[in-house]
């Protein structure tokens, strides 16, 4: 079953994908035959709205970035629609409680779930990141599992551990930066992004092989590393990673 997993999924994105364009066409159809549209169907917010629609299926609903795209496009359609709602007292206060509740009710799935039992949860919790109290702060990490989110701010980490397994990196209007010069690998771990209308660098030690399968719309990912002929790269240390990325970018460096 956990084989055939990455192919329903694919399936899925495929599939969602191609009814997506399916209905775009449609939509221009009708307008272009003279049928009365609403002005909303064609205007940027939309864009969003369908990307997390297709983000959501392809990725089975496991993360949140789904949701987060689906918000932000649903958000800026509110205002577009309905311009003088923005202004209401109340309106601001409830955004900023929402995505509060969003991030408290994200359920812990991915690479956590490979770790049973509440110590796991306990380690999970202890990669809680906060925002640097200093523009150039790094933040040491001695934890085995990486767990960073970031609104409207921005946070660098150092990881130390000699036993590093892997992570989430939730960035949505800000920037991450995270340092594993010091850290260890052993095989194959996996790093998710999870990055919306923001930005993360990422160091790595000179010898990790370094495998994207990140997703996204309107984003980029660029591999900076300094390649040094004289230590090859260690098949046995691979980072594999994955995620969305919409509206932003990630970039890879070495030293």
Do not use: C
Request: glycine content about 12%; cysteine-free; aromatic content about 12%.
């Amino acid at each position: 079953m956990e084989k055939n997993a990455p192919f329903k999924t694919k399936e899925n994105g495929r599939i969602v994908g191609g009814l997506i364009i399916i209905a775009v066409g449609a939509v221009l159809l009708l307008r272009n035959t003279g049928f009365y549209l609403p002005g909303w169907l064609f205007s940027w917010p939309m864009i969003l709205i369908l990307v997390g629609v297709y983000t959501g299926f392809k990725h089975n609903f496991k993360n949140n970035s789904w949701l987060i795209i689906m918000g932000v496009g649903l958000f800026f359609l509110i205002r577009k629609s309905l311009p003088g709602l923005s202004n209401e007292p109340l309106f601001w206060p409830l955004v900023i409680i929402g995505i509060g509740v969003l991030f408290i009710l994200r359920p812990r799935n991915g690479i956590f779930n490979k770790f049973g039992g509440n110590s796991d949860l306990e380690q999970w919790q202890s990669g809680e990141s906060v925002p640097a109290t200093a523009e150039d702060a790094v933040v040491p990490d001695r934890s085995d599992l990486l767990f960073v989110r970031t609104v409207f701010s921005g946070v660098k980490r150092s990881i130390l551990s000699k036993n590093f397994q892997g992570g989430t990196i939730s960035t949505v209007f800000g920037g991450t930066e995270i340092d594993l010069t010091q850290a260890e690998i052993n095989g194959k771990v996996e790093l998710r992004f999870e990055v919306l209308f923001g930005g993360a660098k990422l160091i790595v030690p000179s010898h990790w092989a370094v495998q994207n399968e990140i997703d996204g719309v309107f984003h980029g990912v660029e591999d900076n590393r300094r390649f040094n002929p004289d230590a090859a790269l260690n098949p046995g240390k691979v980072l594999i990673l994955k995620g969305t990325v919409t509206f932003g970018g990630i970039e890879i460096k070495s030293y």
